[in-house]
């Protein structure tokens, strides 16, 4: 665990194994998507480390997270990235659009093209 892995609450499991709903920092997030699952044993004895990371698509984006066997705790990895608010998500989708009307440039699809018989509608090969 490094200092700023955030513990984390798994709400409820799929399978008595996959994380299913998580709550961080007050937030539920939804899992809708297991990407990857891997395990991580280090050591003998008591320095033993034992973890099961879980790379989740979210309501809220990717996360990764880890569950510590031994200790029977959940954390955040802050070494992967973190969630994005939908506010976030949102604003930075304005700013693209924003840019993109005062550079001139089209928004949205491109303007319909004339119609152009191709050389097998004129009857060529």
Partial sequence: MS??????RVERKRYAFWPQVLVWRGRRMHVHQVERCWTVARGSGRSRCERRYFRLRCNDGAVTIYHDVLADLWWLDAGASLPVSPIRRLSAAVSRFRRALGSGGEV?????????PSAVARGGC
Avoid: N, V
Avoid at 3 to 8: G, K, L, R, S, V
Avoid at 108 to 116: E, L
């Fill in 108 to 116: 949205g699809r491109p303007a319909p093209q004339p119609y152009r």
């Fill in 3 to 8: 200092a700023q892995d955030e513990p984390i």
